[in-house]
């Protein structure tokens, strides 16, 4: 899809696709993968609100993911635009011909968790990860997810152009330094969060130092003991 072409409004038979899949992914989340996400930091709550879920019996056309997370992508009334899938498996994912994130072929790149432009006052956060989004939502504060430099368009500028303050969490290599750049470029109002390579992402962050280690990033000193 390129960059200036707009999005299409789903038609309802897509809508009710969608709605159908993930309420049947909800469902069929299975204990091992919801210790998979308790051990990333995610509570139950989180994975209830942001209806992550698990494809047990595939819908059409989403049978090669069979056994992947399921992370729909909410409207601001919590109704599904897309899915993306998240193999749930430590193994080298492209000798065995998939990523470890897919989305459907034709999706539109979209704005992972868009109710938070809808929710927040002055501030928002991006994230690389929508993972990375649910954490930070969980800790209070509104996120949503770009999966990289290359899926951020003009039109998600545009969406977030009269915050006050956009922190952007690039993870801390190089993709994640062309995803900060591109972002900070693109808003004025675009602040990039330095994370430690040595520790590693908003996920890998949270795990090692909690709440904390999140506010010390990109917060001065004197606010977050305040």
């Known amino acids: 899809m390129s960059e200036h072409e707009p999005l299409q409004p789903l038609s309802d038979s897509q809508r009710e696709a ?12 299975t204990a091992d993968a919801a210790r998979w996400l308790v051990a990333r930091g995610i509570s139950r709550e989180a994975a209830v609100t942001f209806r992550l879920g698990v494809v047990g019996d595939p819908h059409p056309g989403h049978g090669k993911f069979r056994g992947f997370l399921a992370i729909p992508y909410l409207d601001r009334n919590g109704k ?35 109710g938070a432009v809808h929710e927040a006052a002055d501030e928002i956060h991006i994230c690389e990860g929508e993972l990375d989004a649910v954490i930070l939502r969980m800790l209070g504060l509104y996120a ?3 999966p990289g430099a290359k899926l951020w368009f003009a039109r998600h500028r545009r969406m977030l152009a009269g915050f006050s303050r956009v922190y952007v969490w690039g993870d801390p290599d190089d993709a994640g330094a062309e995803f900060v750049s591109k972002v900070t470029r693109s808003l004025r109002t675009a602040k990039g969060v330095r ?27 004197e606010l977050v003991a305040a």
């Open 18 to 29: 969608l709605e159908e899949a993930t309420t049947s992914y909800q469902a069929a989340l």
């Open 80 to 114: 599904p635009l897309m899915i993306r899938f998240r193999c749930l498996q430590e193994h080298d994912h492209r000798a065995l011909f998939h990523g470890k994130y897919m989305t459907l072929e034709g999706d539109a790149p979209r704005m992972f968790n868009v």
């Open 144 to 146: 949503v997810a770009i």
């Open 195 to 221: 994370l430690s390579p040595q520790i590693g992402d908003v996920t890998d962050t949270y795990l090692a130092g909690g709440r904390d280690a999140i506010f010390d990033a990109f917060k001065p000193k």
